[in-house]
């Protein structure tokens, strides 16, 4: 086989002004078969090697297709890249499957980078399209609770933190209770709340924070200053 593509080669660039009858010497035609050698083992090059290392890339460091750009809009989320994580996470949602199990929490952050824009309209789609695919997703429903109470539909958002609790324990959960209270001015609801996610997250001292507040419109100027000291020990300026 290698003969027959170095022949096929030779013929294809070998002169036509070459005559029938001219005899080739010996070391011009190893010369020549080299340089024809080189230059079929540059197309195998092109034509097979590159497209496999290309294949290899793909399954093995690239990726599925969209993979990457899911991993780039996780990113950008995080450190409050709203913009941008949106434009990730929409190409995300068209370049993944949609058998993808990731595609739930493309929209889930998509659904929650509108709502940080402002963008509340867009961001409830999301929420609701990340519950459509996966109904016992406990965090969608928190999100979607938070959404809900910032357009003041507090019954909803309480049905969706019920809902959120018969699938996992998060502290998130009484937090976003708390908050749903202390906007419908239930200042003892809302501490009680607040009491349940510090006994799960005691490290977390904005808690603490929300509640003196709280202690402090019902007068209960004890409790203020106990989680006034515990905020300020911290490290954070009160």
Same mark, same amino acid.
């Given at each position: 086989?290698w003969?027959? +593509?170095?022949?096929?080669?030779?013929s294809?660039t070998?002169?036509?002004?070459m005559?029938?009858?001219?005899?080739?010497h010996? *070391?011009?035609?190893r010369?020549?078969?080299?340089?024809?050698?080189?230059q079929?083992?540059s197309?195998?090059?092109?034509?097979?090697?590159?497209?496999?290392?290309?294949?290899?890339?793909y399954?093995?460091a690239?990726?599925? %297709?969209?993979?990457?750009?899911?991993?780039?809009?996780? %990113?950008?989320? !995080?450190? @409050?890249?709203?913009?941008?994580a949106?434009v990730?996470?929409?190409?995300?949602?068209?370049? $993944?499957?949609?058998d993808?199990?990731k =595609?739930?929490m493309?929209?889930? =952050?998509?659904g929650?980078?509108?709502r940080? /824009?402002?963008?509340r309209?867009k @961001?409830r789609?999301?929420?609701?399209?990340?519950i /459509?695919?996966r109904?016992d997703?406990?965090?969608?429903f928190?999100?979607?609770a938070g959404l809900?109470?910032?357009?003041?539909e507090?019954?909803?958002?309480?049905?969706d933190?019920?809902?959120?609790?018969t +699938?996992d324990?998060?502290?998130e959960?009484?937090?976003?209770?708390?908050s749903?209270y202390?906007?419908?001015?239930?200042?003892?609801?809302?501490i009680?709340e607040y009491t349940k996610?510090?006994?799960?997250?005691?490290?977390?001292?904005?808690?603490?924070?929300a509640r003196?507040?709280? %202690?402090?419109?019902i007068?209960? $100027? /004890?409790g203020?200053e106990?989680?006034?000291?515990?905020?300020? *020990? !911290? @490290?954070?300026?009160?």
């Amino acid at each position: 086989m290698w003969n027959k +593509l170095i022949g096929w080669w030779e013929s294809k660039t070998r002169r036509k002004s070459m005559k029938d009858s001219q005899s080739i010497h010996a *070391s011009v035609l190893r010369d020549r078969t080299s340089k024809a050698e080189i230059q079929v083992m540059s197309i195998l090059a092109v034509l097979v090697i590159v497209p496999l290392a290309a294949l290899a890339y793909y399954f093995f460091a690239g990726g599925p %297709r969209g993979e990457a750009t899911y991993a780039d809009g996780i %990113r950008l989320v !995080s450190p @409050g890249h709203y913009k941008e994580a949106i434009v990730k996470l929409t190409r995300a949602i068209d370049e $993944l499957p949609k058998d993808d199990p990731k =595609l739930y929490m493309a929209y889930l =952050l998509r659904g929650m980078s509108y709502r940080y /824009e402002g963008d509340r309209a867009k @961001g409830r789609e999301d929420l609701n399209k990340a519950i /459509e695919l996966r109904a016992d997703c406990a965090r969608c429903f928190v999100e979607r609770a938070g959404l809900l109470r910032e357009l003041k539909e507090y019954a909803l958002a309480l049905d969706d933190l019920d809902r959120a609790q018969t +699938l996992d324990k998060q502290a998130e959960i009484y937090v976003e209770r708390g908050s749903i209270y202390e906007a419908q001015n239930q200042p003892q609801k809302a501490i009680d709340e607040y009491t349940k996610a510090i006994g799960m997250r005691e490290e977390w001292p904005y808690l603490y924070r929300a509640r003196a507040r709280l %202690r402090k419109q019902i007068g209960d $100027l /004890e409790g203020y200053e106990a989680d006034k000291a515990r905020v300020v *020990s !911290s @490290g954070i300026v009160w």
